[in-house]
């Protein structure tokens, strides 16, 4: 039996959607830079895509993280029942 059973989906969902709105707010950035400067730097461009892209997840994004959220804790707090139940057994 896997040691993840089913509950790493949400971890990929979420870091599939953060790369893929990366990707969009680069090529958007990109294209309006481009297009007012004629030429596109590329490192401005990507600090301003990381910029973009991590404002517009926080407010797109906040099922996926929550649903990430909620599956993390779920795993933390079974770890820690089965030390303390381990706990007591010895």
């Known amino acids: ?23 969009a707010s680069f090529g958007i950035v990109a294209g309006i830079w481009g297009a007012l400067a004629e030429d596109a730097p590329i490192f401005p461009v990507l600090l301003v ?17 929550a649903a990430l959220a909620a599956r993390v804790e779920r795993r933390a707090s079974a770890a820690v029942e089965r030390m303390r139940t381990k706990e007591d057994d010895d």
């Not at 039996?1 to 990707?23: D, H, N, Q």
């Not at 895509?49 to 993280?65: C, E, K």
């Open 1 to 23: 039996m896997s040691p993840y059973p089913v509950g790493v989906k949400e971890f990929w969902v979420y870091t599939a959607l953060r790369l893929l709105l990366f990707v």
């Open 49 to 65: 895509a990381l910029l973009v892209s991590g404002v517009a997840s926080y407010f797109l994004l906040n099922a996926q993280r």
